[in-house]
């Protein structure tokens, strides 16, 4: 059973259009994120979820915006694409919430490409 | 900024040599520091991580360092093998919220 899965792997769109990234866990986690990995590798911290409520946003475009409808979900709606969004998008989850961290658990990614 | 900033960015070693990847970082309040393994098509996997009050930990070909003082952790991988080739982050948590914070990357090669 995979722990934190997240849909779809690639996802190829036209600027301006308006996509979803879904991601779930069965861990039984406590905290949920949002990373953003460019093309040099750089791994970013988007959003944190958790129990349903938002903890981090850091400076994302308001184009972005996660929606938990319950703990083991997270996903990622984008509106307006622009080229610049085109990245590898990470889910992660975490036991616990800050300052108590423990280790994160990631997806194994969408690669987003806007043409 | 609370950065982290991670040397070298490619590194490049034949099988059986050994590896280090190294880390600095710059909030004196940073208390957890993880290494993680990113595979071609798959998402980051914890592979060790530290504590502020341990100087070492020890797992099988893999040892990670602490220099508090200094503001410095190390990843040792001894007897290289070519599945150890990736790319390997470094993290820290940072600020009032122990946000987790990654280096750059260091893409290995272990070449046979």
């Known amino acids: 059973d995979t722990a934190v899965s997240q849909t779809p792997k690639y996802l190829v769109t036209q600027m301006g259009n308006d996509k979803s990234i879904k991601c779930e866990q069965n861990?039984?986690?406590?905290?949920m994120y949002w990373y953003k990995q460019d093309s040099k590798k750089f791994l970013k911290i988007m959003f944190s979820?958790?129990?349903?409520?938002?903890?981090i946003n850091e400076t994302v475009p308001n184009r972005f915006s996660p929606k938990s409808p319950d703990k083991a979900h997270l996903n990622l709606h984008i509106n307006s694409l622009e080229l610049g969004d085109s990245a590898v998008y990470f889910c992660?989850?975490?036991?616990?919430?800050?300052?108590?961290?423990?280790?994160?658990?990631f997806g194994s990614g969408t690669q987003l490409s806007v043409l | 900024g609370e950065n982290v900033e991670q040397h070298p960015s490619t590194l490049s070693v034949q099988e059986g040599d050994s590896a280090v990847i190294k880390c600095t970082y710059s909030?004196?309040?940073?208390?957890?520091f993880p290494w993680y393994k990113q595979e071609l098509g798959k998402g980051p996997q914890l592979i060790i991580d530290?504590?502020?009050?341990?100087g070492e930990k020890k797992d099988q070909r893999i040892a990670v360092t602490l220099n508090k003082t200094a503001k410095h952790f190390s990843l040792h991988i001894t007897e290289t093998q070519p599945e150890d080739s990736a790319v390997y982050f470094c993290?820290?948590?940072?600020?009032?919220?122990?946000?987790?914070?990654f280096g750059a990357g260091t893409r290995l090669t272990v070449k046979p």
């Open positions: 909030d004196s309040a940073s208390n957890y």
């Open positions: 979820y958790n129990n349903k409520e938002l903890i």
């Open positions: 530290i504590r502020s009050n341990v």
């Open positions: 992660a989850s975490s036991q616990y919430r800050a300052p108590t961290n423990e280790k994160l658990f």
């Open positions: 861990l039984g986690h406590d905290t």
């Open positions: 993290a820290a948590t940072v600020g009032p919220n122990n946000d987790m914070r």
